[in-house]
């Protein structure tokens, strides 16, 4: 296939930056996306050209580094898949696509299509744990969890941070992320100690990292690669309600 790419080119945060249009030819449809990009950028740097900087690491849709957002879409236009599953046989011989970061203020751009989301791990590092005893390890079957209590913290633990719920929000919230990383906890046994403070604290550090207010548009949910569902914003909005109430009556 023959496909015109329009990349998002920025040297830093503190500069401008564009769309650059790149031309590939004989790009196969059994490529994913980035295989594409890895053509791209060797072709650039035989050229003496400076590469496309972009984020990845596994290629197995589990680390959430690989951000993109393709043709106004987080993660490009297959539903419940991140970039690094995508593959060009979901376009089509000479498409224009185009290729930019994840826009939002608390998501700098680092360089070209890499942003610093170094925020979700500062609202992690504010509440998203529990305490435990160290030592050996406690057997499992100790503590007993219902089964629909535990598929429920699990899909919620099915985030993987990647960012596509910021990207695709109007008012880039991260209010999916935030509730899917208060929910995975908040509904185990083992959660229990910390519920309180813990919304309390990671709905104060995602505000103070400049994360806008939820959109109620449910685009979040859409593109999220995990299909993380909005009932976490509804659990994680309990959470919090019940410990400003508990702490105004203290």
Known sequence: MKINLKVWRQKNSNTE??????NLDNVSEDMSFLEMFDVLNDSLTRKGEDPV???HDCREGICGTCSMYINGRAH???TGATTCQLHMRSFND???????PWRARA???????????????RIIQS????????????????ILIPRTIADEAMDAAACIACGACVAACKNASAMLFVSAKVSQLA????????????AERMVAQMDSEGFGACSFTGACSVECPKSISLDHIARMNRE?????????NA
């Open 17 to 22: 930056g564009k769309l650059v249009e790149y």
């Open 127 to 142: 509440g998203g744990y529990v305490s435990v005893n160290t030592g050996s390890a406690r057997d499992a079957n100790e």
């Open 107 to 121: 998501f700098p751009v680092i360089k070209d299509l890499m942003v610093d989301r170094s925020a979700f791990d």
């Open 94 to 100: 000479g498409d224009t696509i185009v290729v930019e």
């Open 240 to 248: 919090y309600l019940g410990a400003k109430l508990t702490s105004n």
């Open 76 to 78: 490009g236009p297959q």
């Open 187 to 198: 509904i185990l046994p083992q959660g229990q100690a910390e519920h309180k403070e813990r």
């Open 53 to 55: 900087t972009f984020d």
